[in-house]
């Protein structure tokens, strides 16, 4: 067994790539932004954000195929399993499948009762229930994306996951500006730019996927793919990661329906803000990737120095890159904003509460990297709890108490709620490297 222990150097080039092709889809979300943003009414904005928050939800529940086949598949890496490593992949995408057939089904009754339940104006709700309805057929690419994403990176692979991505998002940039911008599609445009570029990079994706596999030892038992026991792993996996996705997703929904409630105004600045938010989480989610990477393959190895070198020095990482995003969001308020819109009183907004935005680096910084750790490790029960627990004990009420600051108390609620997230994660992660436990069955 070969030693697993990183070292900077490796943990970068896990980084960089992922870090690259993630900061790639909120320049998406930035240039749908800009585009709609200049229409002259901020109806588009606000339909967009609220249309593509519900599909975030919808799609992202199933996010966890992305997450549990990144943990499987790190753990059978270092565990050296060829065969397990093909069967994985192949449920995966079995699993994307299925899935995606099932949102489409239930796709045009679940849309409209949640943007029923944000409480948008009329004009919005119709435009983003439209967008919605559009988007709902880009399912079977996106969901077999998460798949092939989530096996390249527990193979240690990360370049081939930025070429997907890439080809996706520069892909969607493109249609977004021809048929928004060319053909004057508006905000259904922007619906159909993303569902034909998800289809796009999944075809990129198949074809990196054929040439990575012939140079891959061991052969897929195709008889295991029709014996539901073969899938235990894998479903124990994602189970847990389903109902922590779906926890922290309906907190990001629930942020956009009061933000909704304060007007459209306010919804169109949180959605200029949130740009910025997934800017952040998507930088640090680089570091996150390779930790969830090189933890899987340490655990795989029964390696747990290899573990503990792991957390320390992509940890080490994180904490820097948060620290440089404040300080690039700090220097960069005068003028960030008017880039994104060019109406005045969704600028004004945006001001208003943009200094919440220079304090979520270094509060989140902790959950996103201690959840690469436990994904990684397979401990995906912790990551469920903390979710869970975060929304539930934190984020809730103190929402409810901080009602009379409007938008601001909303905003201090979410930011607390990442902070609960990432005290909880730590608390758990010094039990366990105290009692010597990463190594026990999950």
Known sequence: MTDTRPNHRQIWQLAWPMMLSNLSIPLLGAVDTAILGHLGSPVYLG????GASVLTLLFWSFGFLRMGTTSVAARATGAEDHDAIRLVLAQSLILALGLALLIIALGPWLIPTALGWMGASPEVAALAQSYGQIRLWGAPASLMNFALIGWFIGRQDTRRP???LLSTNLLNILLDALLILGLGMKSDGAAWASVLAEYGGLLVGLGLLRHHLRRLPGQLDRLHLRQWHTYRA????????????????LVFAFFAAQGARLGD????????LLQFLMLTSYALDGFAHAAEALAGRAVGARQADALRQTVRLTTLWALACAGLISLVFVAGAPWWPGLFTSLEPVIEQVRAHYFWICLVPLVGVWGYQLDGVYLGSGRTAIMQYSVVGSALLVFLPLWWWLQPLGNHGLWLAFLAFNGARGISLGAVYYYLN??????LPA
Do not use: D, E, G
Request: proline share 0%.
């Open 47 to 50: 339909a967009v954000s609220l």
């Open 234 to 249: 894998l479903l124990q996996v994602n189970r847990h990661l389903f109902v922590r996705t779906l926890c922290l997703l």
């Open 265 to 272: 105004q306010i919804l169109a600045a949180n959605a200029v």
């Open 162 to 164: 930025l070429m997907i």
């Open 434 to 439: 105290r009692r010597r436990r990463w190594l």
